[in-house]
């Protein structure tokens, strides 16, 4: 066995002889090393030093160099430990709200959620161009008004079928809900996956050219849909514009003036006589783009309206500017800043996963991966059990929130609970009337009137909607559904019928019941799935180990190191005392930099100079004709900042120095020799290398209070 010293702590690399029961989990996972007595597995390890070295190759040296930082890592996540820190509330928030936000990409159907990405990628490769007809209908709707919407879609697609245009079915009486109908017929231009909600766009990409689809439902009701057109992605494209207004709404002679300007404007950029980004600054209304350039960020298909759309990407080259595009909103002016074609699958895939996510996709991989937990944990229901309980239910479990106002004599009002006809309520005082006004309760008025018993109030009457006979149910003790998760009973059902109770339309109760009890079923098995995360997923035990260790190691090292080094006042004043000789400036040269547009210009500086002109008297001369001739900086410069300064070691004005293609002129005042920076002028960087020397101590004094052992043959073995 041999041991090894460092900074006053022990570090025992053992052989192979591990001691007791914290050699090793399992010999597949084994303990790579102890911290304080506490096993680390090297699947922690590896994790993580793959993960922070993700193109290196495993060697042994690299691993014996990745090693001090890692017990660096666990010792600073020991000493937080030992503080208590894990327990705060702050800490099991925090840690909380991450933990919901890791465990989404678990708690789904992943193999489907590939499958929709893979699917959705597949039709990104082609746009499609197609016309609907809505049928509105609640996503909720009773099954009577969902009929009746049904059979008036088919009416309408019969109609487009025999022959009828389809815009003009749209636009007619009777014909599509979709209020842009009237304008457009229907047409929703070109557009691409994941523009559309999912039901829609798969009807889209099925229907052939020239057809109408069959009725599809989204949650806005019933659409039918004629696919006009296909081609294929045309990727994205960013373009800046000039842009003139100019609608429908104005006179003629306008339309003609503003027409008459962007032509103009379009002669003088593309002749070379004004350049796209001044142009844009000074005659562009979008005020949104004309301070930079006219520039917009990255679009696809779908995006913009359809002449500027396809204007844009009619440009082949970067530069290339458009002819004046005209459009609902005036005159554009395009210039193709940059193209892109369709990304590759991998370079999408973060995003694809993240608008899935938020698509109704999402609802489908969720409900497959419930079915495939109700199979996996032996869920069994018992449907005899939960009908027993129709009767128990009654219409008030639909009313629950819903109020109305009245008028009482105030010695009849009471506030709070309140029982009417069996049915409990809550009552609230919302003012009193006098002399035919109402004065709201919170009112100075109210406040300072005469109360009397007699006087009328208005009172707001809130259900609070079903609530069981607790004495019948009390026998109600018979399971409703089991699974690897526990036995649920009739009362459970009852408990949480009553506490997901809300204002809502009234449905037949035994199919209330029924969706009640479904999503009760799923809450309690996702909740199950929840909880068991870590057991069940490797990668995801790590990955919050990682979150719950990070979170501790940031905020003690900002107690002791970060923060510490800003609040420190005394400490860090003494730390740059100490240290004046690490923060010294280079040689500086204080004076004023005349930077000349060529060496004409730097001639008639001097001439100017010469005879005292300087600062705005100068300028003014020597830009009258090109504002960008001359510009002047003051101040003190290194070499480092200005090295055409480099050298001199007088002051005065110095020789001519080329600047690329510019001439500078230096009138130095003086030349000042290396000297310490004060706290004011290097407090960043004496702040972060007092930081250093504070972890650097605290490392110190962690390694003499906490004992570290590795086992070298199990971190050697990683491969």
């Given at each position: 066995?041999?041991?090894?010293?460092?900074?006053?702590?022990?570090?025992?690399?053992?052989?192979?002889?591990?001691?007791?029961?914290?050699?090793?989990?399992?010999?597949?996972?084994?303990?790579?090393?102890?911290?304080?007595?506490?096993?680390?597995?090297?699947?922690?390890?590896?994790?993580?030093?793959?993960?922070?070295?993700?193109?290196?190759?495993?060697?042994?040296?690299?691993?014996?160099?990745?090693?001090?930082?890692?017990?660096?890592?666990?010792?600073?996540?020991?000493?937080?430990?030992?503080?208590?820190?894990?327990?705060?509330?702050?800490?099991?928030?925090?840690?909380?709200?991450?933990?919901?936000?890791?465990?989404?990409?678990?708690?789904?159907?992943?193999?489907?959620?590939?499958?929709?990405?893979?699917?959705?990628?597949?039709?990104?490769?082609?746009?499609?161009?197609?016309?609907?007809?809505?049928?509105?209908?609640?996503?909720?709707?009773?099954?009577?008004?969902?009929?009746?919407?049904?059979?008036?879609?088919?009416?309408?697609?019969?109609?487009?079928?025999?022959?009828?245009?389809?815009?003009?079915?749209?636009?007619?009486?009777?014909?599509?809900?979709?209020?842009?109908?009237?304008?457009?017929?229907?047409?929703?231009?070109?557009?691409?996956?994941?523009?559309?909600?999912?039901?829609?766009?798969?009807?889209?990409?099925?229907?052939?050219?020239?057809?109408?689809?069959?009725?599809?439902?989204?949650?806005?009701?019933?659409?039918?849909?004629?696919?006009?057109?296909?081609?294929?992605?045309?990727?994205?494209?960013?373009?800046?514009?000039?842009?003139?207004?100019?609608?429908?709404?104005?006179?003629?002679?306008?339309?003609?003036?503003?027409?008459?300007?962007?032509?103009?404007?379009?002669?003088?950029?593309?002749?070379?006589?004004?350049?796209?980004?001044?142009?844009?600054?000074?005659?562009?209304?979008?005020?949104?783009?004309?301070?930079?350039?006219?520039?917009?960020?990255?679009?696809?298909?779908?995006?913009?309206?359809?002449?500027?759309?396809?204007?844009?990407?009619?440009?082949?080259?970067v530069g290339d500017i458009s002819a004046p595009v005209h459009s609902r909103y005036g005159w554009h002016i395009?210039?193709?800043?940059?193209?892109?074609?369709?990304?590759?699958?991998?370079?999408?895939?973060?995003?694809?996963?993240?608008?899935?996510?938020?698509?109704?996709?999402?609802?489908?991989?969720?409900?497959?991966?419930?079915?495939?937990?109700?199979?996996?944990?032996?869920?069994?229901?018992?449907?005899?059990?939960?009908?027993?309980?129709?009767?128990?239910?009654?219409?008030?479990?639909?009313?629950?929130?819903?109020?109305?106002?009245?008028?009482?004599?105030?010695?009849?009002?009471?506030?709070?609970?309140?029982?009417?006809?069996?049915?409990?309520?809550?009552?609230?005082?919302?003012?009193?009337?006098?002399?035919?006004?109402?004065?709201?309760?919170?009112?100075?008025?109210?406040?300072?009137?005469?109360?009397?018993?007699?006087?009328?109030?208005?009172?707001?009457?809130?259900?609070?909607?079903?609530?069981?006979?607790?004495?019948?149910?009390?026998?109600?003790?018979?399971?409703?559904?089991?699974?690897?998760?526990?036995?649920?009973?009739?009362?459970?059902?009852?408990?949480?019928?009553?506490?997901?109770?809300?204002?809502?339309?009234?449905?037949?109760?035994?199919?209330?019941?029924?969706?009640?009890?479904?999503?009760?079923?799923?809450?309690?098995?996702?909740?199950?799935?929840?909880?068991?995360?870590?057991?069940?997923?490797?990668?995801?035990?790590?990955?919050?180990?990682?979150?719950?260790?990070?979170?501790?190691?940031?905020?003690?090292?900002?107690?002791?190191?970060?923060?510490?080094?800003?609040?420190?006042?005394?400490?860090?004043?003494?730390?740059?005392?100490?240290?004046?000789?690490?923060?010294?400036?280079?040689?500086?040269?204080?004076?004023?930099?005349?930077?000349?547009?060529?060496?004409?210009?730097?001639?008639?500086?001097?001439?100017?100079?010469?005879?005292?002109?300087?600062?705005?008297?100068?300028?003014?001369?020597?830009?009258?004709?090109?504002?960008?001739?001359?510009?002047?900086?003051?101040?003190?410069?290194?070499?480092?900042?200005?090295?055409?300064?480099?050298?001199?070691?007088?002051?005065?004005?110095?020789?001519?120095?080329?600047?690329?293609?510019?001439?500078?002129?230096?009138?130095?005042?003086?030349?000042?020799?290396?000297?310490?920076?004060?706290?004011?002028?290097?407090?960043?960087?004496?702040?972060?290398?007092?930081?250093?020397?504070?972890?650097?101590?605290?490392?110190?004094?962690?390694?003499?209070?906490?004992?570290?052992?590795?086992?070298?043959?199990?971190?050697?073995?990683?491969?």
């Amino acid at each position: 066995m041999e041991r090894i010293y460092r900074n006053c702590a022990a570090i025992v690399l053992m052989g192979s002889i591990v001691l007791g029961a914290q050699a090793q989990t399992t010999s597949t996972d084994p303990v790579i090393m102890n911290v304080d007595g506490k096993p680390v597995l090297r699947s922690e390890f590896e994790a993580i030093y793959k993960k922070n070295n993700k193109d290196a190759p495993v060697t042994k040296e690299a691993l014996d160099e990745y090693l001090d930082l890692f017990i660096n890592y666990k010792l600073k996540v020991r000493e937080a430990e030992a503080l208590g820190m894990d327990t705060i509330g702050k800490f099991k928030t925090e840690l909380d709200g991450y933990r919901k936000q890791l465990a989404r990409p678990y708690l789904i159907d992943r193999e489907l959620n590939d499958a929709l990405m893979k699917e959705a990628y597949a039709r990104m490769q082609e746009e499609v161009r197609a016309a609907h007809i809505l049928v509105q209908v609640d996503a909720e709707a009773s099954p009577e008004d969902s009929l009746a919407a049904w059979k008036r879609i088919n009416v309408l697609r019969d109609r487009v079928v025999k022959g009828e245009d389809f815009a003009s079915v749209a636009k007619g009486p009777g014909g599509s809900d979709d209020p842009s109908a009237a304008k457009n017929g229907g047409d929703l231009g070109w557009f691409s996956a994941l523009q559309m909600v999912y039901p829609f766009e798969t009807a889209a990409y099925k229907t052939q050219v020239g057809e109408v689809s069959k009725p599809v439902r989204t949650r806005f009701g019933y659409h039918i849909i004629k696919v006009a057109d296909r081609r294929t992605a045309r990727g994205q494209v960013k373009v800046a514009h000039i842009m003139m207004r100019s609608t429908d709404q104005d006179s003629p002679e306008k339309r003609a003036t503003v027409e008459s300007r962007i032509r103009e404007v379009h002669a003088q950029i593309v002749g070379g006589k004004l350049p796209f980004n001044d142009a844009a600054l000074k005659y562009s209304e979008d005020e949104s783009s004309n301070t930079k350039g006219g520039e917009l960020p990255m679009f696809g298909t779908g995006k913009m309206i359809e002449e500027f759309e396809d204007a844009s990407f009619a440009l082949q080259n970067v530069g290339d500017i458009s002819a004046p595009v005209h459009s609902r909103y005036g005159w554009h002016i395009i210039r193709l800043v940059e193209k892109q074609p369709l990304a590759s699958f991998e370079a999408t895939k973060s995003e694809l996963k993240n608008k899935i996510a938020r698509d109704s996709r999402a609802e489908i991989t969720q409900q497959a991966f419930i079915a495939r937990l109700r199979s996996e944990y032996g869920y069994t229901s018992y449907p005899k059990n939960v009908s027993a309980l129709q009767a128990l239910v009654d219409t008030n479990i639909f009313k629950k929130g819903s109020a109305i106002s009245d008028t009482l004599l105030r010695k009849n009002m009471v506030e709070g609970p309140v029982e009417l006809k069996g049915v409990k309520y809550r009552r609230e005082l919302l003012g009193a009337i006098k002399g035919g006004k109402l004065l709201n309760v919170k009112s100075r008025q109210y406040d300072e009137m005469t109360q009397t018993m007699d006087d009328t109030v208005v009172v707001r009457t809130v259900s609070e909607g079903w609530t069981y006979d607790r004495k019948k149910a009390e026998k109600l003790t018979k399971p409703v559904f089991t699974f690897k998760g526990g036995t649920y009973t009739q009362r459970d059902l009852l408990d949480h019928l009553e506490a997901q109770q809300r204002r809502e339309r009234v449905i037949p109760k035994a199919t209330y019941l029924n969706e009640r009890f479904e999503s009760m079923v799923d809450e309690r098995i996702m909740a199950f799935e929840d909880a068991h995360l870590e057991e069940k997923y490797a990668d995801f035990r790590l990955l919050m180990k990682e979150y719950r260790d990070g979170i501790l190691l940031f905020e003690l090292t900002d107690q002791k190191v970060w923060g510490k080094a800003v609040r420190d006042t005394a400490g860090l004043e003494a730390y740059h005392s100490a240290h004046k000789a690490d923060f010294v400036w280079d040689t500086r040269y204080e004076g004023d930099l005349y930077v000349c547009s060529n060496t004409q210009v730097a001639k008639q500086v001097r001439g100017l100079l010469a005879k005292g002109k300087r600062g705005a008297d100068l300028t003014n001369v020597v830009n009258k004709v090109d504002p960008l001739a001359l510009t002047i900086e003051s101040g003190l410069f290194t070499a480092e900042q200005k090295p055409y300064l480099k050298g001199i070691v007088k002051p005065g004005l110095q020789a001519d120095q080329k600047l690329d293609d510019r001439v500078v002129v230096a009138d130095i005042k003086g030349v000042r020799v290396p000297e310490p920076k004060t706290l004011e002028e290097a407090r960043g960087l004496i702040t972060a290398a007092y930081q250093d020397e504070l972890e650097k101590n605290w490392l110190k004094e962690l390694r003499a209070k906490y004992t570290v052992s590795v086992d070298p043959d199990v971190l050697h073995s990683i491969k």
